[in-house]
Nanobody, 125 residues
Framework: QVQLVESGGGLVQAGGSLRLSCAASGRTFSSRGMGWFRQAPGKERVFVAAISWFGNRPTYADSVEGRFTISRDNAKNTVYLQMNSLKPEDTAAYYC??????????????????WGQGTQVTVSS
């Protein structure tokens, strides 16, 4: 089992920045592909960013490309999502996910086996 706990969410004005963290505990963290997803009110959960266990080959949704950066520190069992130039449409609950089957980060929710409880990000205009 892997437990994931997100933190770093909050209220920010448009154009501002936040950094989300996802702390993992339990079974081996470093061999897992990790991802961030988000769910806005009344909408389905969608892919945001993913990263391989090497920490390379990050993948981003088109809507956040160039503004968000995913990274990981395997020594700290933590994955991060740096969010810059935030927009009101980035408002959502953000979820961290870990895969037990893939070492690369994938865009598909079904490839992830462990999920955090989420952290709320609200961007005011």
């Amino acid at each position: 089992q892997v437990q994931l706990v997100e933190s770093g969410g909050g209220l920010v004005q448009a154009g501002g920045s936040l950094r989300l963290s996802c702390a993992a505990s339990g079974r081996t963290f470093s061999s897992r592909g990790m991802g961030w997803f988000r769910q806005a009110p009344g909408k389905e959960r969608v892919f945001v960013a993913a990263i391989s266990w090497f920490g390379n080959r990050p993948t981003y949704a088109d809507s956040v490309e160039g503004r968000f950066t995913i990274s990981r520190d395997n020594a700290k069992n933590t994955v991060y999502l740096q969010m810059n130039s935030l927009k009101p449409e980035d408002t959502a609950a953000y979820y961290c996910a870990a895969s037990s089957r893939y070492t690369s980060g994938t865009v598909r929710q079904q490839d992830y086996d462990y999920w955090g409880q989420g952290t709320q990000v609200t961007v005011s205009s």
